[in-house]
T-cell receptor
Framework: AAGVIQSPRHLIKEKRETATLKCYPI?????VYWYQQGPGQDPQFLIS???????DKGSIPDRFSAQQFSDYHSELNMSSLELGDSALYFC???????????FGPGTRLLVL | GENVEQHPSTLSVQEGDSAVIKCTYS??????FPWYKQELGKRPQLIID?????GEKKDQRIAVTLNKTAKHFSLHITETQPEDSAVYFC????????????FGKGTHLIIQP
Protein backbone atom coordinates (compact mmCIF):
# COMPACT_ATOMS: atom_id res chain seq x y z
CA ALA A 1 0.00 0.00 0.00
CA ALA A 2 1.16 3.51 -0.77
CA GLY A 3 2.55 5.42 2.20
CA VAL A 4 3.40 8.99 3.06
CA ILE A 5 6.33 10.29 1.05
CA GLN A 6 8.75 12.89 2.34
CA SER A 7 11.56 14.63 0.55
CA PRO A 8 14.37 15.11 0.90
CA ARG A 9 15.22 12.30 3.29
CA HIS A 10 18.38 14.03 4.47
CA LEU A 11 19.31 17.71 4.43
CA ILE A 12 22.36 19.59 5.62
CA LYS A 13 22.19 23.36 6.01
CA GLU A 14 24.26 26.13 7.53
CA LYS A 15 23.01 28.43 10.28
CA ARG A 16 20.77 31.24 9.03
CA GLU A 17 19.98 29.39 5.80
CA THR A 18 16.50 28.33 4.71
CA ALA A 19 15.09 24.85 4.11
CA THR A 20 11.95 23.48 2.49
CA LEU A 21 10.61 20.06 3.40
CA LYS A 22 7.96 18.37 1.30
CA CYS A 23 5.27 15.87 2.20
CA TYR A 24 3.04 13.83 -0.09
CA PRO A 25 0.17 12.22 1.85
CA ILE A 26 -1.27 8.78 1.29
CA UNK A 27 -3.55 8.87 -1.79
CA UNK A 28 -7.03 10.20 -0.88
CA UNK A 29 -5.76 11.58 2.42
CA UNK A 30 -6.53 15.28 2.69
CA UNK A 31 -5.17 16.03 6.14
CA VAL A 32 -1.50 16.57 6.86
CA TYR A 33 0.40 17.02 10.12
CA TRP A 34 4.00 18.07 10.80
CA TYR A 35 6.05 16.92 13.79
CA GLN A 36 9.59 17.65 14.98
CA GLN A 37 11.54 15.00 16.89
CA GLY A 38 14.85 15.86 18.53
CA PRO A 39 17.37 13.15 19.46
CA GLY A 40 16.00 10.93 22.23
CA GLN A 41 12.80 12.98 22.45
CA ASP A 42 9.15 12.48 21.66
CA PRO A 43 7.62 13.96 18.49
CA GLN A 44 6.40 17.52 18.98
CA PHE A 45 3.38 18.64 16.98
CA LEU A 46 4.00 21.70 14.80
CA ILE A 47 0.97 22.31 12.58
CA SER A 48 -1.81 20.58 10.63
CA UNK A 49 -3.88 21.24 7.54
CA UNK A 50 -7.26 19.95 6.45
CA UNK A 51 -8.56 20.64 2.97
CA UNK A 52 -5.78 23.18 2.40
CA UNK A 53 -6.69 25.22 5.49
CA UNK A 54 -4.64 25.40 8.65
CA UNK A 55 -6.45 23.33 11.24
CA ASP A 56 -4.41 23.06 14.44
CA LYS A 57 -1.24 24.76 15.58
CA GLY A 58 1.32 23.48 18.03
CA SER A 59 4.80 24.60 18.96
CA ILE A 60 5.81 25.87 15.53
CA PRO A 61 8.40 28.70 15.69
CA ASP A 62 7.57 31.96 13.95
CA ARG A 63 10.54 31.28 11.64
CA PHE A 64 8.67 28.30 10.22
CA SER A 65 5.67 28.38 7.92
CA ALA A 66 3.74 25.72 6.11
CA GLN A 67 1.00 25.31 3.58
CA GLN A 68 -1.03 22.65 1.86
CA PHE A 69 -1.52 22.75 -1.88
CA SER A 70 -4.43 21.84 -4.16
CA ASP A 71 -3.05 18.30 -4.65
CA TYR A 72 -2.90 17.99 -0.82
CA HIS A 73 0.86 17.84 -0.62
CA SER A 74 2.36 20.09 2.02
CA GLU A 75 5.58 22.03 2.42
CA LEU A 76 7.28 23.18 5.61
CA ASN A 77 9.42 26.26 5.10
CA MET A 78 12.11 26.94 7.67
CA SER A 79 14.06 30.20 7.69
CA SER A 80 16.97 31.58 9.73
CA LEU A 81 17.92 28.05 10.69
CA GLU A 82 19.45 27.52 14.13
CA LEU A 83 21.57 24.66 15.46
CA GLY A 84 18.63 23.62 17.61
CA ASP A 85 16.51 23.00 14.52
CA SER A 86 18.55 19.87 13.84
CA ALA A 87 16.02 17.06 14.19
CA LEU A 88 13.88 14.51 12.42
CA TYR A 89 10.85 16.10 10.80
CA PHE A 90 7.91 13.79 10.28
CA CYS A 91 4.84 14.36 8.20
CA UNK A 92 1.72 12.34 8.90
CA UNK A 93 -1.54 12.09 7.00
CA UNK A 94 -5.08 11.06 7.73
CA UNK A 95 -8.33 10.68 5.83
CA UNK A 96 -10.59 13.64 6.43
CA UNK A 97 -11.02 14.30 10.12
CA UNK A 98 -10.39 10.70 11.15
CA UNK A 99 -7.99 10.59 14.05
CA UNK A 100 -5.66 7.85 12.79
CA UNK A 101 -2.40 9.40 11.63
CA UNK A 102 0.10 7.56 9.44
CA PHE A 103 3.66 8.80 9.56
CA GLY A 104 6.11 9.24 6.72
CA PRO A 105 9.77 8.15 6.89
CA GLY A 106 10.92 11.58 7.99
CA THR A 107 13.46 14.15 6.86
CA ARG A 108 16.65 14.31 8.89
CA LEU A 109 17.79 17.94 9.05
CA LEU A 110 21.27 18.80 10.24
CA VAL A 111 22.12 22.46 10.80
CA LEU A 112 25.84 23.23 11.01
CA GLY B 1 -2.78 22.37 26.77
CA GLU B 2 -2.64 18.61 27.03
CA ASN B 3 0.11 16.95 29.06
CA VAL B 4 0.83 13.23 28.74
CA GLU B 5 3.02 11.42 31.23
CA GLN B 6 4.39 7.97 30.47
CA HIS B 7 6.02 5.35 32.71
CA PRO B 8 8.40 3.64 32.90
CA SER B 9 11.04 5.28 30.73
CA THR B 10 12.84 1.95 30.36
CA LEU B 11 11.38 -1.53 30.73
CA SER B 12 13.36 -4.75 30.48
CA VAL B 13 11.48 -8.07 30.38
CA GLN B 14 12.36 -11.66 29.62
CA GLU B 15 11.27 -13.01 26.27
CA GLY B 16 7.84 -14.59 26.63
CA ASP B 17 6.86 -12.43 29.61
CA SER B 18 4.33 -9.59 29.54
CA ALA B 19 5.09 -5.86 29.39
CA VAL B 20 2.87 -3.04 30.64
CA ILE B 21 3.35 0.65 29.88
CA LYS B 22 1.19 3.29 31.56
CA CYS B 23 0.17 6.82 30.58
CA THR B 24 -1.86 9.57 32.16
CA TYR B 25 -3.28 12.66 30.46
CA SER B 26 -4.51 15.99 31.75
CA UNK B 27 -7.11 17.28 29.26
CA UNK B 28 -10.53 15.81 30.03
CA UNK B 29 -11.59 16.72 26.46
CA UNK B 30 -9.10 14.24 24.97
CA UNK B 31 -10.87 11.25 23.49
CA UNK B 32 -8.39 9.57 21.15
CA PHE B 33 -5.41 7.60 22.47
CA PRO B 34 -3.01 5.90 20.02
CA TRP B 35 0.15 3.93 20.75
CA TYR B 36 3.13 4.08 18.41
CA LYS B 37 6.20 1.87 18.13
CA GLN B 38 9.39 3.49 16.91
CA GLU B 39 12.64 1.77 16.04
CA LEU B 40 15.85 3.79 16.00
CA GLY B 41 15.85 6.33 13.17
CA LYS B 42 12.54 5.05 11.77
CA ARG B 43 9.04 6.45 11.63
CA PRO B 44 6.51 5.98 14.46
CA GLN B 45 4.24 3.09 13.54
CA LEU B 46 0.71 2.89 14.89
CA ILE B 47 0.21 -0.39 16.74
CA ILE B 48 -3.16 0.15 18.38
CA ASP B 49 -5.51 2.98 19.30
CA UNK B 50 -8.57 3.46 21.47
CA UNK B 51 -11.33 6.02 21.61
CA UNK B 52 -13.05 7.27 24.73
CA UNK B 53 -16.27 5.36 24.14
CA UNK B 54 -14.37 2.08 24.55
CA GLY B 55 -12.73 0.76 27.72
CA GLU B 56 -10.55 -1.93 26.23
CA LYS B 57 -9.30 -3.04 22.83
CA LYS B 58 -7.25 -6.07 21.86
CA ASP B 59 -5.31 -7.05 18.75
CA GLN B 60 -3.55 -10.41 19.04
CA ARG B 61 -0.74 -9.97 21.62
CA ILE B 62 -1.44 -6.27 22.16
CA ALA B 63 -4.18 -4.73 24.28
CA VAL B 64 -4.96 -1.23 25.47
CA THR B 65 -7.17 -0.23 28.40
CA LEU B 66 -8.63 3.21 29.09
CA ASN B 67 -9.99 4.65 32.33
CA LYS B 68 -11.48 8.05 31.46
CA THR B 69 -12.40 8.84 35.05
CA ALA B 70 -8.81 8.44 36.15
CA LYS B 71 -7.43 9.84 32.86
CA HIS B 72 -5.26 6.79 32.56
CA PHE B 73 -4.53 4.35 29.73
CA SER B 74 -2.18 1.41 29.43
CA LEU B 75 -0.55 -0.79 26.81
CA HIS B 76 -0.22 -4.52 27.46
CA ILE B 77 2.02 -6.75 25.36
CA THR B 78 1.86 -10.48 26.07
CA GLU B 79 4.27 -13.24 25.02
CA THR B 80 6.96 -10.70 24.21
CA GLN B 81 9.36 -11.43 21.37
CA PRO B 82 12.78 -9.96 20.49
CA GLU B 83 11.20 -7.96 17.65
CA ASP B 84 9.08 -6.12 20.22
CA SER B 85 12.22 -4.27 21.36
CA ALA B 86 11.72 -0.59 20.45
CA VAL B 87 10.59 2.74 21.91
CA TYR B 88 6.86 2.92 22.53
CA PHE B 89 5.01 6.24 22.67
CA CYS B 90 1.52 6.88 23.98
CA UNK B 91 -0.34 9.94 22.71
CA UNK B 92 -3.59 11.81 23.17
CA UNK B 93 -5.73 14.24 21.22
CA UNK B 94 -9.25 15.63 21.20
CA UNK B 95 -9.75 13.96 17.85
CA UNK B 96 -12.15 14.73 15.05
CA UNK B 97 -10.63 18.02 13.96
CA UNK B 98 -7.22 17.31 12.49
CA UNK B 99 -5.84 17.83 15.97
CA UNK B 100 -2.18 17.25 16.62
CA UNK B 101 -1.11 14.46 18.92
CA UNK B 102 0.52 15.13 22.29
CA PHE B 103 3.02 12.36 22.97
CA GLY B 104 4.42 10.93 26.18
CA LYS B 105 8.19 10.84 26.62
CA GLY B 106 8.42 7.24 25.46
CA THR B 107 9.31 3.85 26.96
CA HIS B 108 12.37 1.96 25.79
CA LEU B 109 11.27 -1.69 25.85
CA ILE B 110 14.08 -4.23 25.96
CA ILE B 111 13.28 -7.89 25.46
CA GLN B 112 15.95 -10.08 27.05
CA PRO B 113 16.48 -13.43 25.26
Amino acid sequence: AAGVIQSPRHLIKEKRETATLKCYPIPRHDTVYWYQQGPGQDPQFLISFYEKMQSDKGSIPDRFSAQQFSDYHSELNMSSLELGDSALYFCASSLGLEETQYFGPGTRLLVL
Amino acid sequence: GENVEQHPSTLSVQEGDSAVIKCTYSDSASNYFPWYKQELGKRPQLIIDIRSNVGEKKDQRIAVTLNKTAKHFSLHITETQPEDSAVYFCAASRGGGADGLTFGKGTHLIIQP
